[in-house]
Protein backbone atom coordinates (compact mmCIF):
# COMPACT_ATOMS: atom_id res chain seq x y z
CA UNK A 1 0.00 0.00 0.00
CA UNK A 2 1.29 3.75 -0.54
CA UNK A 3 2.16 5.51 2.28
CA UNK A 4 -0.45 8.18 2.74
CA UNK A 5 0.19 11.66 2.13
CA UNK A 6 0.27 12.05 6.12
CA UNK A 7 3.00 10.20 6.53
CA UNK A 8 5.33 11.36 3.25
CA UNK A 9 4.63 14.67 4.92
CA UNK A 10 5.96 13.99 8.60
CA UNK A 11 8.97 12.64 6.64
CA UNK A 12 9.70 15.11 4.68
CA UNK A 13 12.63 17.29 6.50
CA UNK A 14 13.27 21.03 5.51
CA UNK A 15 16.48 21.83 3.36
CA UNK A 16 18.75 22.42 5.50
CA UNK A 17 20.99 25.87 4.01
CA UNK A 18 24.53 25.13 4.72
CA UNK A 19 25.87 28.28 5.52
CA UNK A 20 29.42 27.50 5.90
CA UNK A 21 29.34 25.87 1.73
CA UNK A 22 27.78 29.36 0.78
CA UNK A 23 30.66 30.97 2.79
CA UNK A 24 33.18 29.21 1.67
CA UNK A 25 32.24 29.35 -2.19
CA UNK A 26 32.03 33.60 -1.84
CA UNK A 27 35.31 33.46 0.04
CA UNK A 28 36.50 32.13 -3.53
CA UNK A 29 35.03 35.47 -5.14
CA UNK A 30 36.88 37.05 -2.73
CA UNK A 31 40.20 35.66 -2.93
CA UNK A 32 39.53 36.04 -6.64
CA UNK A 33 39.24 39.86 -6.41
CA UNK A 34 42.26 40.16 -3.56
CA UNK A 35 44.84 38.48 -6.54
CA UNK A 36 43.56 40.84 -9.23
CA UNK A 37 43.58 43.88 -6.90
CA UNK A 38 47.15 42.72 -5.77
CA UNK A 39 47.95 42.51 -9.74
CA UNK A 40 46.96 46.32 -10.15
CA UNK A 41 48.10 48.23 -7.20
CA UNK A 42 51.16 45.82 -5.60
CA UNK A 43 49.46 45.17 -2.31
CA UNK A 44 46.30 43.68 -1.05
CA UNK A 45 43.31 45.17 0.77
CA UNK A 46 44.22 45.46 4.53
CA UNK A 47 41.58 44.99 7.51
CA UNK A 48 42.03 46.32 10.83
CA UNK A 49 39.98 44.40 13.43
CA UNK A 50 40.07 46.46 16.96
CA UNK A 51 38.98 44.88 20.21
CA UNK A 52 38.56 46.52 23.19
CA UNK A 53 38.80 44.17 26.43
CA UNK A 54 38.26 40.76 26.97
CA UNK A 55 35.18 39.44 26.21
CA UNK A 56 36.18 35.50 25.50
CA UNK A 57 33.17 35.79 22.79
CA UNK A 58 34.77 38.85 21.14
CA UNK A 59 37.78 37.07 21.06
CA UNK A 60 37.01 34.06 19.37
CA UNK A 61 34.95 36.15 16.59
CA UNK A 62 37.96 38.10 16.30
CA UNK A 63 40.03 35.15 16.02
CA UNK A 64 38.14 34.01 13.62
CA UNK A 65 37.87 37.36 11.54
CA UNK A 66 41.84 37.44 11.44
CA UNK A 67 42.15 33.79 10.26
CA UNK A 68 39.57 34.30 7.96
CA UNK A 69 41.67 37.61 6.19
CA UNK A 70 44.57 35.16 5.76
CA UNK A 71 42.35 32.40 3.54
CA UNK A 72 41.80 35.28 1.06
CA UNK A 73 44.68 37.37 0.89
CA UNK A 74 43.47 40.28 3.06
CA UNK A 75 46.07 42.03 4.99
CA UNK A 76 44.86 42.22 8.71
CA UNK A 77 45.99 44.27 11.37
CA UNK A 78 45.18 43.80 14.70
CA UNK A 79 44.82 45.91 17.40
CA UNK A 80 43.99 44.46 21.44
CA UNK A 81 43.34 47.41 23.34
CA UNK A 82 43.01 46.95 27.47
CA UNK A 83 39.43 46.93 29.15
CA UNK A 84 40.15 50.61 30.55
CA UNK A 85 40.91 52.17 27.37
CA UNK A 86 39.59 55.80 27.41
CA UNK A 87 37.65 56.23 25.01
CA UNK A 88 40.05 59.56 23.27
CA UNK A 89 42.20 56.71 23.38
CA UNK A 90 39.91 54.72 21.07
CA UNK A 91 39.36 58.07 18.90
CA UNK A 92 42.96 58.35 18.43
CA UNK A 93 43.71 55.32 16.96
CA UNK A 94 40.19 55.59 14.94
CA UNK A 95 41.60 58.62 13.17
CA UNK A 96 45.35 57.37 12.40
CA UNK A 97 43.75 54.38 10.37
CA UNK A 98 41.11 56.90 8.63
CA UNK A 99 44.37 58.43 7.56
CA UNK A 100 46.58 55.35 7.03
CA UNK A 101 46.61 54.38 3.46
CA UNK A 102 47.42 51.05 3.40
CA UNK A 103 44.00 50.44 5.80
CA UNK A 104 40.54 50.07 3.51
CA UNK A 105 38.21 48.15 6.10
CA UNK A 106 38.44 49.20 10.21
CA UNK A 107 35.74 47.04 12.65
CA UNK A 108 35.62 47.79 15.84
CA UNK A 109 34.21 44.79 17.56
CA UNK A 110 31.30 45.68 19.66
CA UNK A 111 29.81 45.38 22.54
CA UNK A 112 32.67 47.62 23.49
CA UNK A 113 33.28 48.58 27.70
CA UNK A 114 30.39 50.20 29.04
CA UNK A 115 32.30 53.70 29.58
CA UNK A 116 33.12 53.84 26.10
CA UNK A 117 29.91 55.51 24.09
CA UNK A 118 29.37 52.97 21.01
CA UNK A 119 27.75 55.39 18.85
CA UNK A 120 30.45 57.91 19.33
CA UNK A 121 33.20 55.77 18.24
CA UNK A 122 31.68 54.01 15.38
CA UNK A 123 30.95 57.64 13.95
CA UNK A 124 34.16 58.57 13.89
CA UNK A 125 35.13 55.69 11.67
CA UNK A 126 35.50 56.92 8.04
CA UNK A 127 32.13 55.06 6.13
CA UNK A 128 34.45 54.89 3.18
CA UNK A 129 36.39 52.16 5.27
CA UNK A 130 33.17 51.42 7.43
CA UNK A 131 33.03 47.51 6.58
CA UNK A 132 30.69 46.85 9.25
CA UNK A 133 28.33 49.57 7.97
CA UNK A 134 27.18 51.28 11.07
CA UNK A 135 28.14 54.67 10.48
CA UNK A 136 25.21 56.57 9.68
CA UNK A 137 25.93 58.01 6.63
CA UNK A 138 25.88 54.52 5.61
CA UNK A 139 22.81 53.56 7.66
CA UNK A 140 21.23 56.23 5.55
CA UNK A 141 22.81 54.96 2.27
CA UNK A 142 20.79 51.66 2.90
CA UNK A 143 17.73 52.99 3.89
CA UNK A 144 17.47 55.32 0.96
CA UNK A 145 18.95 52.61 -1.60
CA UNK A 146 21.86 54.82 -2.46
CA UNK A 147 25.14 52.33 -2.02
CA UNK A 148 27.23 52.37 0.44
CA UNK A 149 28.31 49.65 2.86
CA UNK A 150 25.99 47.02 4.17
CA UNK A 151 26.24 45.50 7.28
CA UNK A 152 28.13 41.79 7.12
CA UNK A 153 25.32 39.83 8.81
CA UNK A 154 22.46 41.11 6.85
CA UNK A 155 24.24 40.95 3.70
CA UNK A 156 24.90 37.45 4.75
CA UNK A 157 20.93 36.90 5.50
CA UNK A 158 20.08 38.01 2.22
CA UNK A 159 22.43 35.92 0.28
CA UNK A 160 20.97 32.74 2.50
CA UNK A 161 17.83 33.33 1.22
CA UNK A 162 18.61 33.87 -2.29
CA UNK A 163 20.09 30.45 -2.32
CA UNK A 164 16.34 28.81 -1.88
CA UNK A 165 14.05 31.96 -3.36
CA UNK A 166 14.25 33.44 -6.52
CA UNK A 167 12.18 36.11 -6.35
CA UNK A 168 10.83 37.75 -3.00
CA UNK A 169 8.65 40.08 -4.26
CA UNK A 170 5.58 40.25 -2.64
CA UNK A 171 6.26 37.35 0.17
CA UNK A 172 5.43 38.25 3.62
CA UNK A 173 8.31 38.67 5.90
CA UNK A 174 8.56 39.21 9.69
CA UNK A 175 11.96 39.84 10.77
CA UNK A 176 12.16 39.43 15.11
CA UNK A 177 14.55 41.52 16.55
CA UNK A 178 15.04 45.15 15.72
CA UNK A 179 18.75 46.04 16.58
CA UNK A 180 20.40 48.38 14.78
CA UNK A 181 23.27 46.27 13.42
CA UNK A 182 20.85 42.75 12.52
CA UNK A 183 16.89 43.87 12.64
CA UNK A 184 16.97 46.93 11.17
CA UNK A 185 19.03 46.61 7.92
CA UNK A 186 17.55 43.06 7.25
CA UNK A 187 14.08 44.73 7.28
CA UNK A 188 15.44 48.18 4.68
CA UNK A 189 17.20 45.02 2.41
CA UNK A 190 13.67 42.78 2.02
CA UNK A 191 12.21 45.60 1.54
CA UNK A 192 13.89 46.75 -1.54
CA UNK A 193 13.58 43.56 -2.40
CA UNK A 194 9.49 44.36 -2.29
CA UNK A 195 9.11 41.40 0.20
CA UNK A 196 6.20 43.05 2.31
CA UNK A 197 8.14 43.26 5.87
CA UNK A 198 7.00 43.10 9.37
CA UNK A 199 9.42 44.14 12.10
CA UNK A 200 8.63 42.34 15.08
CA UNK A 201 10.60 42.05 18.66
CA UNK A 202 10.64 40.29 21.78
CA UNK A 203 7.41 42.73 23.41
CA UNK A 204 5.54 42.04 20.16
CA UNK A 205 1.78 41.28 21.18
CA UNK A 206 0.72 38.17 19.64
CA UNK A 207 4.00 37.24 17.91
CA UNK A 208 2.95 33.53 17.56
CA UNK A 209 0.51 34.46 14.83
CA UNK A 210 2.26 36.90 13.15
CA UNK A 211 5.02 34.61 12.84
CA UNK A 212 2.70 31.88 11.46
CA UNK A 213 1.78 34.45 8.75
CA UNK A 214 5.17 34.81 7.41
CA UNK A 215 6.58 33.07 4.07
CA UNK A 216 9.94 34.34 5.22
CA UNK A 217 10.78 34.60 8.97
CA UNK A 218 14.65 36.01 10.12
CA UNK A 219 14.75 35.34 13.80
CA UNK A 220 17.37 37.53 15.68
CA UNK A 221 16.04 38.70 18.87
CA UNK A 222 19.11 36.89 20.59
CA UNK A 223 16.58 34.66 22.61
CA UNK A 224 17.20 30.86 22.35
CA UNK A 225 14.73 28.59 20.87
CA UNK A 226 12.15 31.04 20.99
CA UNK A 227 10.52 30.17 17.60
CA UNK A 228 8.34 26.95 18.23
CA UNK A 229 7.29 24.31 15.75
CA UNK A 230 3.89 25.70 15.63
CA UNK A 231 4.83 29.31 15.11
CA UNK A 232 5.73 28.34 11.61
CA UNK A 233 3.69 28.64 8.49
CA UNK A 234 3.73 24.96 6.40
CA UNK A 235 7.09 26.02 3.27
CA UNK A 236 8.32 29.11 5.00
CA UNK A 237 11.88 29.71 4.87
CA UNK A 238 13.65 30.41 7.98
CA UNK A 239 17.06 32.37 8.90
CA UNK A 240 18.34 31.75 12.17
CA UNK A 241 20.39 34.87 13.19
CA UNK A 242 20.26 33.80 16.90
CA UNK A 243 23.68 32.82 18.55
CA UNK A 244 23.30 32.10 22.43
CA UNK A 245 26.21 30.38 24.48
CA UNK A 246 24.92 27.71 26.87
CA UNK A 247 26.57 25.23 29.36
CA UNK A 248 27.04 22.29 27.32
CA UNK A 249 28.54 18.81 27.93
CA UNK A 250 31.89 18.18 30.19
CA UNK A 251 32.28 21.77 30.94
CA UNK A 252 32.01 22.91 26.80
CA UNK A 253 29.95 25.61 25.47
CA UNK A 254 27.27 24.59 23.28
CA UNK A 255 25.58 27.75 20.98
CA UNK A 256 21.79 27.63 20.52
CA UNK A 257 19.87 29.64 17.85
CA UNK A 258 16.69 31.78 17.94
CA UNK A 259 14.91 28.76 16.42
CA UNK A 260 13.92 25.31 17.69
CA UNK A 261 15.70 23.79 14.60
CA UNK A 262 14.10 20.37 15.14
CA UNK A 263 10.81 21.37 15.09
CA UNK A 264 10.69 23.16 12.26
CA UNK A 265 10.93 20.64 9.22
CA UNK A 266 7.86 21.07 8.35
CA UNK A 267 9.75 24.74 6.83
CA UNK A 268 10.67 24.55 3.31
CA UNK A 269 14.35 25.55 4.61
CA UNK A 270 15.97 26.48 7.98
CA UNK A 271 19.87 27.90 8.44
CA UNK A 272 21.00 25.28 11.69
CA UNK A 273 23.13 27.19 14.28
CA UNK A 274 26.36 26.92 13.75
CA UNK A 275 26.64 26.67 10.75
CA UNK A 276 24.45 29.08 9.01
CA UNK A 277 24.77 32.49 9.64
CA UNK A 278 27.81 32.87 11.22
CA UNK A 279 30.19 31.63 8.61
CA UNK A 280 28.19 34.13 6.58
CA UNK A 281 28.66 37.32 8.27
CA UNK A 282 32.56 36.78 8.46
CA UNK A 283 32.69 36.08 4.62
CA UNK A 284 30.67 39.00 4.00
CA UNK A 285 33.33 40.84 6.09
CA UNK A 286 35.75 40.33 3.73
CA UNK A 287 33.53 40.78 0.53
CA UNK A 288 33.04 44.33 2.01
CA UNK A 289 36.86 45.07 2.31
CA UNK A 290 37.73 44.29 -0.86
CA UNK A 291 34.50 46.32 -1.88
CA UNK A 292 35.96 49.58 0.27
CA UNK A 293 39.08 48.93 -2.08
CA UNK A 294 37.71 48.76 -4.84
CA UNK A 295 35.29 51.88 -4.16
CA UNK A 296 38.10 53.98 -3.35
CA UNK A 297 39.66 53.23 -6.69
CA UNK A 298 36.31 54.85 -7.74
CA UNK A 299 35.51 51.61 -9.58
CA UNK A 300 32.59 51.11 -7.85
CA UNK A 301 29.92 53.64 -6.04
N1 LIG B 1 31.81 45.30 14.89
C1 LIG B 1 31.30 44.07 14.93
N2 LIG B 1 31.01 43.43 13.78
C2 LIG B 1 30.49 42.17 13.79
O1 LIG B 1 30.22 41.58 12.73
C3 LIG B 1 30.26 41.54 15.06
C4 LIG B 1 30.56 42.26 16.23
N3 LIG B 1 31.08 43.52 16.14
N4 LIG B 1 30.33 41.73 17.44
C5 LIG B 1 29.82 40.39 17.60
C6 LIG B 1 29.01 39.93 16.41
C7 LIG B 1 28.88 38.44 16.30
N5 LIG B 1 29.56 38.07 15.07
C8 LIG B 1 29.76 36.76 14.65
C9 LIG B 1 30.69 36.43 13.69
C10 LIG B 1 30.93 35.12 13.35
C11 LIG B 1 30.25 34.09 13.96
C12 LIG B 1 30.56 32.69 13.60
O2 LIG B 1 31.49 32.39 12.88
N6 LIG B 1 29.79 31.74 14.11
C13 LIG B 1 30.02 30.32 13.90
C14 LIG B 1 30.38 29.64 15.19
C15 LIG B 1 31.45 30.34 15.96
C16 LIG B 1 31.78 29.68 17.27
O3 LIG B 1 32.12 28.47 17.26
O4 LIG B 1 31.66 30.35 18.30
C17 LIG B 1 28.75 29.68 13.36
O5 LIG B 1 27.67 30.22 13.62
O6 LIG B 1 28.86 28.66 12.71
C18 LIG B 1 29.31 34.40 14.90
C19 LIG B 1 29.06 35.73 15.24
C20 LIG B 1 30.05 39.19 14.48
N7 LIG B 1 29.74 40.27 15.19
Not at 19 to 38: F, K
Not at 143 to 160: A, E, I, K, N, R
Not at 231 to 241: L, S
Not at 284 to 301: D, H, I, P, S
Request: hydrophobic share 45%.
Amino acid sequence: MAPSHAALDSAARAHRIDGRAIARSLDEETAAAVRAIVARDGAPPGLAVVLVGEDPASEVYVGRKIEACRRVGILSFEHRLPAQTTQDALLTLIARLNADPTIHGILVQVPLPPHIDDGMVLSAIDPAKDVDGFHPVNVGRLSTGTGGLVPCTPLGVMMLLDSVIDDMKGMDAVVIGKSNIVGKPIAMLLLEREATVTVTHIETRGLPDIVRKADIVVAAAGAPRLVKGFWVKEGAVIIDVGITRMPGEGGKTRLVGDVAYDEVQHARAVTPVPGGVGPMTIACLLANTVKAAEMRRGQKK
